[in-house]
């Protein structure tokens, strides 16, 4: 049996999936998580209602050998790890170079490892994974998917900063991110539901890091994140699109070390200071702590009008999709984002809401709402075979 291995390193974790090369395309046997969160760090396994945890003993390095050399024997115990064909990657950044998956190679990672300074949370965990396994695996052809392809149909207004022509001649523009998760959902919304997938939808990924795609029949016409993964909407720990003049307030005024500020707008930011509690939604929602309901409230306030602002890019608005950690399992965000879009004719089910249905507003709602679960990993399996063609198959 030939398989494929993918990678998608997210902010604090990577998420693995083990697949089968049918004809019919990459079915998943096996999907890992490593938590880099967690000392010792844990590999979650599971397929089905199958969950097994290790503790793995590799310390996270530069170099991630070990770690994935420990993670390939635990999945190799659990699992038939097959004939290994390819290794696909999610990498967060591809600029302006890249506009559909390509192989990796020496040009190709150089490209990668180019704008590893527009995406600092994602990008080197990306680049440590593909040398990891170029190391253990030399012979295995690899792959990258970049989440900012899938915006590269947006019209250069949606991309454009206000500021100097000369800086976005360099780059300095909207990319947008999650590209992969969107992909997935516009071909999902298709199957489910192809009469709202072919007109105006909203789509909210709302994971750890938490972004919005304005589709039309399923291609980006606009998304909330920009240049780097901190714009748009507040996340659980990163702050969201943030008045430029406090920057300078911090940098100049507070004398605070660009490192510094880094490290405050993308870690200690969003549900986290906010709430100065957690950065999980489980957390805020259990707690009595008027900090916590904080949090969340301005959380759904600017999803809410995130979501507008989207709709105004469309020229209206005909559903709204959840999805992702947040998205797909709480109930009370998704009822506080569509009340405030009553006004907009978007009416909540709250019984299909409570339920995590995959449709979630009422047969009366001149919105359709929906729930539905991301798959980024199959994505970048099928994205790996469509480039490897014959060679992975
Ligand atoms: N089963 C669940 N029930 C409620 N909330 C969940 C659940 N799973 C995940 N979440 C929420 O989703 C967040 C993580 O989202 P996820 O999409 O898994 O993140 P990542 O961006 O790391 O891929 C968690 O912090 C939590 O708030
Ligand atoms: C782009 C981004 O923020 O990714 P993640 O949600 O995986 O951190
Ligand atoms: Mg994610």
Known sequence: MKTLLTFNAGSSTVKIGLFALRAGGPDRIARGVIDFRHDPLTLRVSEGERRIETALEARPDEDLSGILSETLAVLGRHFDLGDVAAAGHRV?????????????????????????????????QSLRLIRAIAGLLPDLPQTASFDTAFHRTNDALVRRFAIPRALHDRGIKRYGFHGLSYRFIASELARVAPE??????????????ASLCGMLGGISRDTSMGFSTLDGIPMATRCGALDPGVLLHLLRREGRMPTEVEDLLYHESGLLGVSGISADSRDLLASDAPEAREAIDLFTFRIAGEIARLAATLGGLDAVVFTAGVG?????????????????????????????????????????????????????????ISILGDTAG
């Open 196 to 209: 709202a997938a072919s007109g105006r939808v909203v789509v909210a990924h709302l994971g750890s890091g």
């Open 328 to 384: 797909e399992n709480q109930p009370a965000v998704r009822a506080a984002v569509c009340k405030r879009l009553g006004w907009l004719g978007l009416d909540l089910d709250p019984a299909a809401n409570a339920a995590n249905t995959t449709r979630i507003g009422t047969p009366a709602s001149r919105i359709a709402a929906f729930v539905i679960a991301t798959d980024e990993e199959q994505v970048i399996a099928e994205e790996t």
């Open 92 to 124: 967060v950044h591809g600029g302006d170079r890249f506009d559909g998956p390509v192989p990796l190679d020496a040009d190709t990672i150089a490209a990668v490892d180019a704008l590893t300074a527009l995406a600092p949370l994602h990008q080197p």
